[in-house]
């Protein structure tokens, strides 16, 4: 299915960062006539509902309360649907690990729900948006979202004639998304003597909300079925946000936290013989084992090509593209005039 035939888009966890923006570009750049958000949250989706951006649009716009749990409610959710966007999750670290069995059912019984009610409902496109805690896990959140994208992507096996097809969207920490390193320190810098970093050497992946949303976007109309997208974006330190944010206030190393890593990975030594590139980033295909027929044979027609610009492990430590504090600087006064 060509975007130009995608008519309607259901995001579960569409009252999320991502959901929001993602469903605002798509009302202001495409012509879908109906867009449904899917979330848990009665009073996210009434706040989204009465958003001057969103009441403009109203006529294409559709809320059903209900939980990635609940398959029957997907399955109710998900009728005439063409593509479905999976950002609903978990995703605290700390939580999941003293709440595992609600990770679990969330992330990962949820997910094989949204599997199975896609394929009841005949969607024709499934992208899940996944983590990079998910490649080489060490913590709760990250296993169940491995888990996750182990569920969606084998799930295009076992499609035959049915249109479904199923693909995963990788990325690293958004810039500034609810819960993240950059608004905790903006919300407590003022009150703290020093800023509380784990440890000095400590780097991440990073991406703002809307270049994770056009990388969606992307991903959509490049998928066969099958591949985990993972795009090309940069590492900082977070010293340097650190200083970014003030530059006068000293730092105290804390120590690491259980199920936090010093760097990020999000592609593995493991996966580089299945790593390809396309034009937006790089695309982890099956094992050979599992690799679906229709895949195997569009890899080079679609624009796929060996990953070569990767000789080690996709890791935020020793990444090739970095942000400095100047950068830094300026993504952090961009967040705060847009949280104004």
């Given at each position: ?101 609600e990770a679990i059912k969330t992330n990962v ?86 800023f509380p970093v784990t440890d000095m050497a ?22 066969c079925g099958g591949e985990l997208f993972v ?110």
């Amino acid at each position: 299915m060509s975007s130009e035939q995608i008519k309607s888009i259901l995001i579960t966890g569409g009252t999320g960062s991502f959901g929001k923006a993602f469903a605002k570009h798509l009302l202001e750049n495409t012509k879908i006539d109906r867009l449904v958000i899917f979330s848990r949250d009665e009073l996210k989706q009434f706040d989204m509902q009465n958003d001057p951006t969103f009441q403009q649009h109203s006529s294409r716009m559709r809320y059903f309360i209900g939980d990635v749990r609940d398959e029957g409610r997907l399955k109710h959710a998900f009728k005439a649907i063409d593509m479905v966007v999976h950002a609903a999750a978990l995703k605290q670290i700390v939580a999941a690990e003293y709440n595992p069995s609600e990770a679990i059912k969330t992330n990962v019984m949820g997910a094989q729900n949204v599997v199975e009610a896609a394929v009841y409902c005949k969607v024709s496109k499934v992208i899940a948006l996944s983590t990079d805690k998910a490649a080489a896990p060490i913590n709760l959140y990250g296993a169940t979202k491995l888990c996750s994208d182990k569920l969606f992507i084998a799930a295009n096996n076992f499609m035959g004639s049915n249109p479904t097809r199923f693909s995963v969207v990788r990325y690293g920490n958004v810039f500034g998304s609810r819960g993240s390193v950059v608004p905790y320190f903006l919300q407590n810098q003022r009150q703290w003597e020093s800023f509380p970093v784990t440890d000095m050497a400590m780097t991440r992946f990073s991406l703002s909300l809307q270049e994770g949303v056009d990388f969606v976007m992307k991903c959509s109309g490049q998928m066969c079925g099958g591949e985990l997208f993972v795009p090309r974006i940069p590492s900082y330190r977070i010293a340097d946000l650190c200083a970014a944010i003030d530059c006068k206030k000293p730092i105290s190393v804390i120590g690491i936290r259980p199920g936090e890593k010093i760097h990020e990975v999000m592609i593995t030594e493991a996966d580089l013989p299945l790593t390809y590139e396309w034009s937006a980033g790089y695309a982890i295909m099956p094992h050979h084992g599992i690799l679906n027929l229709r895949i195997a044979s569009q890899l080079h027609e679609v624009g796929y090509v060996k990953a070569q610009t990767l000789t080690s492990e996709y890791s935020s430590g020793t990444n090739i593209a970095w942000l400095d504090q100047s950068s830094l600087s300026r993504m952090i006064k961009e967040f705060v005039q847009g949280s104004l």
